[in-house]
């Protein structure tokens, strides 16, 4: 009994420096004690580290701002990869960026060809794989299919229905690409291919919160309903945040096209 008391007497102090668990782990206790009572004042301290931002949310009145979840990831890695589930949002936007980097842009330059995709009868190739891509002025892109003179009518079938507004000219194994004036609607059409991306985007980064979620529901039985209900709200935060992002970059991009 004084043993365990000894043990006990120890949680406190634990509790009070519970940010410095979050980040070093738990104090270690006095050698004396049993295994198990340490073993259970350890998932005490662990549940209370877990929970403390719920009692937070709990206290507050109606009406004032929600104090944001912060698991720390190290917590809950038996459950889920948090960092893992970052990444793949992020990845998310970084394929926007691409997209609007390489496809939406009033500046016209060889490179705006490079990638697109030229099906052939040997497979699928970026266009700058297939041929030599140069500017000969503003207004005009020649692509050299010299090397590849079977895939020219492809190469130009490819240009014509890139979405870009091109209508590619055929000589020999020359395809021209006169690029039009920037017009007021073309800019307007820029833009909603913009919102589109974004879009798109956003249902993506949904799929990766759904299958987080779910992934955190399969432990329900196996941790606490505050556990569960703090790793939701956690990946939510992250989706959340991920959106903003997404609509800072589409504002960004709607101002570059509208000028």
């Not at 929600?66 to 990869?81: H, K, M, P, T, Y």
């Not at 697109?116 to 005009?140: A, C, E, H």
């Not at 919102?195 to 606490?224: G, I």
């Amino acid at each position: 009994m004084a043993v365990a008391l000894r043990c006990f007497r120890h949680l406190p102090s634990l509790l009070c420096r519970s940010s410095f668990a979050m980040r070093r782990g738990l104090p270690q206790a006095p050698a004396s004690c049993p295994a198990l009572l340490l073993d259970g004042c350890r998932q005490s301290v662990h549940r209370m580290l877990l929970t403390r931002q719920l009692a937070t949310k709990k206290a507050k009145g109606k009406g004032q701002s929600q104090a944001r979840v912060n698991i720390s990831a190290a917590l809950v890695e038996d459950i889920i990869n948090l960092e893992e589930t970052n990444e793949d949002m992020q990845a998310v936007v970084e394929a926007l960026k691409e997209d609007f980097s390489r496809n939406l842009s009033v500046r016209t330059s060889p490179g705006v060809l490079d990638h697109i995709i030229v099906v052939t009868k040997d497979g699928k190739f970026p266009l700058n794989q297939l041929g030599q891509i140069s500017q000969k002025s503003p207004q005009l892109i020649i692509v050299n299919m010299t090397n590849f003179p079977e895939s020219t009518a492809a190469a130009t079938k490819a240009i014509r229905e890139s979405g870009m507004n091109l209508n590619p000219e055929v000589d020999g194994t020359l395809i021209r690409v006169p690029i039009p004036m920037v017009t007021r609607e073309h800019r307007e059409s820029l833009a909603k291919l913009a919102k589109q991306s974004t879009n798109k985007s956003k249902e993506a980064l949904r799929k990766v919160r759904s299958k987080s979620v779910n992934q955190v529901k399969k432990f329900k039985s196996k941790v606490s309903e505050d556990t569960i209900w703090l790793l939701e709200k956690q990946i939510q935060q992250m989706a959340d945040s991920t959106a903003a992002e997404m609509d800072k970059l589409l504002a960004a991009k709607t101002k570059e096209l509208l000028g």
